[in-house]
């Protein structure tokens, strides 16, 4: 039966098996003016993320006396998208700002910078679906890059349903027509999932299967985002989890 | 509200969180209570639906307008329907008039999304001139009084308000629309009921009250509609939850919203 | 000649008598997290003031040296009209709010509380005519409510012109229809009139008839918010201007 | 302005109200005299109508533009006038560039009130294609200095330029819109006039200058037209006005009101 | 050939030679309020230009600390175009205020008001072509008005090119129907080419040409400058750069 | 920017200031050489046009989106082109995320002027229902780091994405507009070229880095096409140039556009 369930029939329309990622590439340390910087590919998305800080915040009053304070800003460019968007951030873009810096925040050693800020800004140049997760992905690589102590990486992908089957990492075709999307992130090591989110219609059953298979889909992503950090630090397991 | 962050004391959180781990809470209830519920419909006379809906001192007012307008650019011949929440200056001393902020327009999505995805009404008979004109649904929720648990309050204030709208009808003739003096309703098909847990040192919770949601690690939304399908999730805050306290969370939210659609 | 007056055959839209107030009920103490507030059902208007404060004024460069400051802030829900009403404010509500302020501060002991500022909060849920005379009568109470010492209350209700005729407290309709709007405010013990504006044409005999009908109108309102007041703190009519 | 607030001095303020409580003022007037009022009109040559007013130092410039565009929901079938005021930074140290903020708005507000409610033109016969194309009136307000009383300097001015203002005539030809070559006067048929007094430690006077607006407890503005009919008031400032007092401005307002008429 | 240059039969729209400026006039300290100002005349443009400063700059850390900051607004009526404008500041004068600021900063001994600001306004009542010559040319004037010590007057017109002509000073139709605008700003003594915007198509000998003829244009100007202030002042020419 | 005016320390100024002066650079070029360019085109699927300029680490996307949409007032029957910068705040820790400030706003009407005044499409033909309906082209700089010489760079990308963009073509049908399935290259006729020429100290350099603006006393772009007509100039600092330096800049100008259209 596992068998049967990984080598389906049933082709997607871009001919995945149900359970398989778009193609996904991570570069770290391409921004020379950032402090940490990811570049990342995932299905046409393409996104580039920076890291700045840990920085002094301003204005200081908004500064947390014993941690340091994360801020996100999730921002599509103006040709990322068919038709072309507006540049001003809408309020889609302020949710996704705000459910990334949740899904990053269990991550990070907050306590070790009181008063300080991180702000990780990243820029979608085309969007495919997915766009969060893989700012998420990126985000992690990025903090990592700019040598912010991680109590783990997040990792994140989709799954869904698209013609009642059950299906990973929806491409923007999927997200569209399918009949559920839930993204999520998981920090391996840790076991805990830093971001749910859910929309379409799901029974119980099935929902429990979508975060299931995007977990497993965030194991294959942590493998990823090791390799890209590997790449350029050859840090070992250990060191990434104890920088 | 980071502001409140300094707000409740040091000892206050302490004892919040010492009565919580013994399975308790400060106003007595147990961990998989609400407050109760009140739900008064046909609170307004101009808006064409509403309700208003008390959960413990969370109060949370909604209305419903609906006129024309253009549809969505990719579902032409569609009506809209669009939420918008405001968080009034008079629900709470940390409020500040102005701009909705980030938590008022994750609530708006959050009961948009539950709203939508249970497809509540049939969109495809609110189109008028495919590609021009359609009806348009404006769910207004307006936070009267905060504590706590904005979420459920306002996605059963929306359910409510919608249930018992009534939409002008217009009719299309020659090309020009007319409005009718006959009034229908929406026909709602579905009630999307949302349900949210905290959780607080790994002791999961239903319903905050506002000083619960301030001391709170984590937040988790679910909706389901009356076929216990799940329409809507949102999670929220800076700690995570392992797939076990999920599932827990699905499992609770299945029969607290079964419990509060009866309050409908 | 009097009783003519009272008893005229003329009857307005609503059934009403010229010299007629809308029904009128006022609550206070009604918002738990507002230090004080009120609600107000003036005809059809459905009007919530909730008042905080005194508390310090931020940023503080704008704070008074010797007196309280007051900020009123005069709120149209998006559905208290038809057609809905976008949410953000527009010039009218800046002036309400403004001139809603003018009518308040003559009977605060602003004195008294130097450097800080007290915040009126008038959310309109419902708007008939005469919106701003409402939210003051509101507002007075809510006042009251929250302890703020008061030099008098301050009552408020228009008069106006149509059909020839001088009409108290107009509604939505005889606000549209009408000849004249005057809405008044004032202070019954004081003997002075806080708020007035006109809009239309009238003589100014017309005039000084519709702000002399309007102070009748005012004192009849000043009863029922002292009766909302003692209703929950069983105040004399001392206690009221000397709390 | 609140700024302003300390910048007249403690001693200045004492000597202004010490010379009106005498009946007199700082710059010589009587309590009833307005300063010299001198109106220009025809001032601009792209705006299809202006006029600058001096009041003493208070000097108003008002464009007026006239084209087409929607009419307002509920006057489909009428032009559309709308006032609109700005504070030129240039005019007072104490005003700053952005948007409009409450005194401006207030300015524009009352001034097209007198405008509107006297029914300056007959707004029905500004209609091309009822409820889609009407003439709009824009009428913009530009304080170029200030030195007190803006809404009686800026109502004469705005009632000038509409007078003198000349409107391009568009005609409708098969439901289409053409600009013809002629210009037509706005056929002005009403002339309110603003007067403003303020209220000192109980002495009331006209025309205040910014020192004495600075120090005032109580403004009152009375729109009259040449009928001797009211057609706006506006009361401001954080004190009272007895009953009595009120009807003294209007007797005034009646007398100053046809004085300042003379000078358009 | 120097006669034929200046005396061809070529006729402009409005008669004017090639060489020919518009009428220019030029009045200063017509602001009762500003600490220094003046109106200027130049074709149809009507401007008024106020200076204020050198004051204290808000907030305190925008100041710089060995130098006077200008902040310059450049700021069209709505009634000052065909057809109306909104009030709101567009990209065009946003950058025509920047543009304006770099002028006029090399003539002003701006080091010797460490920490302050000068804030000079344009308010164009009225535009013809050209406007941010005029707006130039006044506010040098507004700022001598105000007592501010300069290097030099900045002078400014444009030269450009129609029907295959170089002309000098464009007004609104050769602005518009012209092959190309070169607005120029200089300081005669020293020497000093302050403003340069080209917006068209030239050959650099056109180029060259335009740059050269609009400079001639500002000499003529700078004396108009230079009598305003006399006029009002009777200063001499050694006084202007040395007050 | 101005915070950036702290950052480099004076000693690094006076460091940048002698090495110039001795007629050198602190990256070891000449004056009048550029970094190294390099430019992809075709770098996005969902634009219409796109290319990306590094310039040294100066770093530029620029896309291009081409609809339909309303035509400008005073060209009522030709195609609209519009240029947008952004500076995005992953490019420096000196920019913030926000709405465009002066400089950005500069860099994109810099840019747009070189491309309008170039002519560089016959507008006339882009137009489907005059007055009405004409096809709009959007150019959007996407600053992704900044090291200097925005304006070059984005001039490069901008003219580099406008020469492989595609436009979808649309139809007129009885008054309808109807997209077809085909693409059609814009025609680009003109290959407009800026150079950027800053005065640090007397000394003339071309393509300055984000070191040299910031001790920089003035700045010269001059904009050219390949039949070498100036089609834009822009002056900026705070200092002046003298008549032969603008001349010399002219005459460098026209050297360095020639070689950099050739990296396209």
Redesign the interface.
Known sequence: MSSRKKKTKFKRYDGRETNELRPIKIESGVLPNADGSAYIEMGRNKILVGVFGPREMHPKR?A?PNMASIRCRYHMAPFSTD?RRSPAPS??D??I???MR?AL??AIFLERYPKSVIDIYAEILEADGGTRTACINAATVALVDAGIPMRDLVASCAAGKMDEKIILDLGDYED?EGQ?D?PVAY?PK???????????????DE??QC??LA?DGCMQIYEIQREALKKKYGLTEEEVEEK | M?SR?NIVSRLKRKKIKEVITSGKRMDGRSLEDYREIVVKTGV????EG?AEVLLG?TRV?V???I?IGHPF??TPDKGVLMC?A?F??????NFE?G??R?QS??L??VVD?GLR???IVDFSKLSLIPGKQVYLI?V?L?V????GNLIDASALAAIAALKVAKRPVYKVEEGEIKLTKRKQSLKVRKTPVAVTLVKIDDTLLVDPSADEEEVMD?R?TVTL?ED????????????????DE??KC??IA?EKAAENRQKL
Chains 1, 3, 5 share one sequence.
């Open positions: 908004f947390k038709p309020r889609r302020n949710e700002s705000m459910v949740y925040e269990p569209k559920a839930v920090m840790l076991g805990k999932v830093t971001l749910l989110q859910m929309d379409g219609i799901l029974s119980t929902l429990e975060i299931s977990i | 980071s962050h307004l006379e101009k808006a509403s001192n007012l209305g419903v307008k006129g650019e990719d918008n405001e009034t200056p008079i629900a709470s001393p008039p701009p909705p980030e327009i994750e708006a999505r999304r995805s249970a497809e404006h207004d307006y009267l009084n905060y504590d984590a988790l509609d216990e399908n799940v329409c809507a999730i949102q999670k929220s805050g800076s700690e995570g939850f392992t797939p999920i599932k699905i499992k299945l």
